[in-house]
């Protein structure tokens, strides 16, 4: 069933697109969460959280990608679901160590997260698109370094590098608008 | 960090095009993960091995041995002969004998200078200074798609190539054959080993390259579909075999350099030691290692095993529980538990059988803590 039919049903209000959605997003908005959150459990509970938000949008909404739509809601609740896990001094894994990889593209309070958002969305279209998956692999899906080398064959070191000269590139787009 | 969060949500925010592309990445990311799962060799006989380990771990026997090698270094036919594989223990010690007649070149006594590494390659590097710690990364890699495997190999040729990689141009590729494997399954067959070259390693002319005419024992990693290995980790996983059979690891990491000048059957006893049970045993291993800590108590009217890790990996204070357990009879896992291959082997274990396990790699070990970061 491709994604306007799966729209459709939830259109329609039809509980079958839960299970549609379950049956072809499910393990990978799972992956998403898991690797925020670093717990089955809390990731199981926002992949449940994921449809729901999904049947409560759809209508009106009528997404024109649905892996994206459905991607960027369980990583909104799984970011969530992780703050409020930090409070409480729980977390770690790759959520934690990708925060620090980021240290250096901190925005500032003042910084709009939709101008951020404006720019890191134009300086990727500008990437290779091997460097642009990579990056995204690591800061959007939160994929481990070894998982990612894995993927690509490449050595860890290597991702490690390429990831770190986007960020450096990054940086000086950021800083040259102003947002750093 | 609160601004960190800001940047990290930014980018969620990206075209659904680049998000979606990225998402395609990982769900066939995802899928090769699950075939691999299907068709790793280990798996055809963990489940048998972790049905054994109730009896073996209690008996605290390690000296699960893979099949003969298929011939000395010194015959040179590394192909001949090859055994059935993991044909089963060593009680008499006859493999270990046939392990010691391997010879491999004169070999020089000097220690890897991680300080030749190229600094861009240096960044990313995780020198890895016990056996345990690369068998867990083994265990991760077969779940990702990666063959990983220790071998025995003698190498036949090698011929300098150009590379793109963050190491360096230079490297090698050496073909080598294999004289034993963990698993038993490419003994007789030939391999292809990519390198780069780490030059001056040890200030002089040394380098971490294969030699021609060499006996080592590798860890060796490859993708599918790729047609040559690399070597985990290189200058970690990279013991060589001399001319008297003893082994230079050329570490200077204590949990490497302790099979300096031991036979190659106590280097390989190890090795077979801990991959031989990537589901648990080399988990536990490391787990222990960073100070897991396992707790029994009493819920309602139940017994409940309380594994705690550490969540950051070496601070125990730091610790949180990420699993319970139940005991009835035997462990069983309870529904809604982490669905992680290394919780299925406990089930089905005593109590008793549970703690020997643990014991039993605590004696292994023979210590506890981590020490990762020793020099």
């Given amino acids: 069933m491709d994604d306007q039919a799966i729209i459709e049903l939830f259109w329609q209000r039809s509980e079958d697109a839960l299970a549609e959605v379950s049956a072809r997003f499910g393990r990978y908005c799972r992956t998403i969460a898991v690797n925020i959150l670093h717990s089955v459990e809390d990731a199981d509970e926002c992949v449940s959280d994921t449809w729901l938000r999904a049947w409560n949008a759809m209508p009106p909404a009528r997404p024109n990608k649905l892996a994206a739509f459905l991607g960027r809601i369980t990583r909104n609740l799984a970011l969530d679901r992780y703050e409020a896990m930090r409070a409480q001094k729980r977390g770690g894994g790759e959520m934690e160590l990708a925060l620090e990889e980021l240290a250096d593209l901190a925005a500032p309070e003042k910084a709009g997260e939709g101008e951020i958002s404006h720019a890191i969305n134009a300086f990727l279209r500008s990437e290779a698109p091997e460097h642009r998956n990579i990056f995204l692999k690591r800061y959007l899906c939160l994929y481990s370094i070894k998982e990612i080398a894995a993927e690509y064959g490449y050595s860890e070191s290597k991702v490690k590098s390429l990831l770190l000269r986007v960020r450096n590139r990054l940086k000086i787009e950021l800083e040259s608008e102003g947002l750093l | ?375």
């Fill in chain 2, 1 to 375: 960090m609160k601004s960190s969060m800001k940047t990290m949500r930014a980018i969620g925010n990206i075209d659904d095009d680049m998000f979606e592309e990225a998402a395609s990445l990982s769900a066939a990311g995802v899928r090769r993960k699950e075939r691999r799962i299907t068709l790793a060799p280990w798996m055809k006989w963990a489940a048998p091995v972790a049905a054994c380990l109730v009896i073996a771990v209690a008996a605290a026997v390690p000296q699960l041995m893979g099949p003969p090698p298929a011939a000395d270094g010194d015959a040179g036919g590394y192909g001949a002969g090859a055994g059935t594989p993991n044909a089963g223990q060593d009680p008499n010690g006859l493999i270990a004998a046939r392990l010691d007649t391997i010879r491999g070149l004169p070999a020089e006594d000097y220690t890897w200078d991680e300080g030749s590494i190229p600094a861009e390659a240096e960044f990313g590097r995780m020198p890895t200074n016990e056996l345990r710690y690369l068998m867990r990364e083994f265990g991760d890699r077969n779940n990702r798609g990666v063959l990983a495997s220790f071998a025995i190999v003698k190498v036949e040729s090698t011929k300098p190539i150009k590379l793109d990689s963050v190491f360096g141009d230079e490297g090698q590729l050496a073909t080598c054959g294999v004289m034993y494997d963990v698993l038993g399954d490419s003994v007789g067959q030939e391999l292809k080993i990519e390198q780069n070259l780490y030059g001056g390693c040890t200030g002089e002319d040394e380098t971490n390259l294969l030699r021609e005419g060499g006996v080592y024992v590798l860890s060796l990693l490859s993708q599918e579909g790729q047609d040559h290995w690399t070597v985990y980790g290189d200058l970690d996983g990279l013991f060589e075999v001399d001319g008297q059979g003893l082994i230079h690891s050329h570490s200077r990491y204590p949990g490497m350099s302790k099979y300096d000048g031991r036979p190659l059957s106590e280097l390989w006893a190890d090795i077979e030691y801990l991959y031989a049970r990537p589901l648990y045993h080399s988990w536990l291993a490391e787990e222990i290692g960073y100070g897991m800590d396992i707790e029994f108590v009493n819920e309602d009217g139940q017994d409940v095993v309380h594994l705690y890790e550490p969540t950051h990996g070496w601070d125990v204070a730091d610790s949180e529980a990420f699993a319970a357990l139940v005991v009835n009879d035997v462990i069983t896992i309870p529904a809604g538990a982490p669905a992680y291959n290394h919780f299925r082997p406990f089930a089905g274990m005593t109590k008793g059988e549970f703690l020997s396990a643990i014991e039993d790699i605590k004696a292994f070990l023979g210590q506890e803590g981590d020490d990762r970061n020793a020099p």
